[in-house]
């Protein structure tokens, strides 16, 4: 088993999150660019999304567990498999990284370097949604890992590119990835006003995750039928 030191760590944390907020954003702005069609806007935003996230995972979990998400971070350490120091700084990296996205898609795109979102996502649906979205990840990647470990890019991938369409806030499902979407007017966008709720039920739902999983994934002996 490979072991990398935590300065590796916290670069492939910064880097994952950084290009996955640049997916997300970038292809916002594309779709956005390219048609008027909401629904076909927001599958040029979904399919990019899913498919960074598979290789992203594939690419720099060996590196750091590719958490790439302060909720997910924080389900681990709850677990006792991160310690509460470097959960800490995962997260800080993850948060710059996902800055970092939001500049590099910016760019890309000839807008300006930050720009705070106007694009309102609040109310009790939205935070629902969001809580369902970030219990279903928890749920994909702790089973996951449980059953079928090299399939989590995969499965990760693909219950995005679901929840995308099946929640109501289009799954931000992370802490990190909806601060940078604050800081961009794009598509993919959200007011910073409505950051807390949003992030509210990303935690709350990532640990009802853990709770459920953690209950569910647990035999109480081994039957033979």
Known sequence: MLVFDLPRRLVAEGLGTALLVATVVGSGIMA???TKDAALALLGNTLPT???????ITILGPISGAHFNPAVTLIFALKRELSVGTGLVYVL????????????????????M???SLKIRTGG?????????????????LAGIRFQKEAVPWLVGLY???AYWFTASTSFANPAVAIARSFTNT?????????????TAEVCGAMVGL???SWLLRPEHDVRF
């Open 160 to 162: 995005i590119i679901a």
């Open 93 to 112: 990296a993850q948060i710059a990284g996902g800055l970092v996205g939001a500049i590099t898609a910016h760019l890309m795109f000839a807008l300006p």
């Open 125 to 141: 649906a939205q935070w629902f949604s969001e809580g369902i979205a970030a219990f279903g990840l928890v749920a994909t990647i």
């Open 187 to 199: 598509f993919s966008g959200i007011r910073p006003h409505d950051l807390p709720g949003f992030i």
């Open 211 to 213: 709770a459920v999983m």
């Open 114 to 116: 930050l720009d705070a």
């Open 32 to 34: 956005e660019t390219l």
């Open 50 to 56: 899913g498919a960074i996230l598979v290789v992203l």
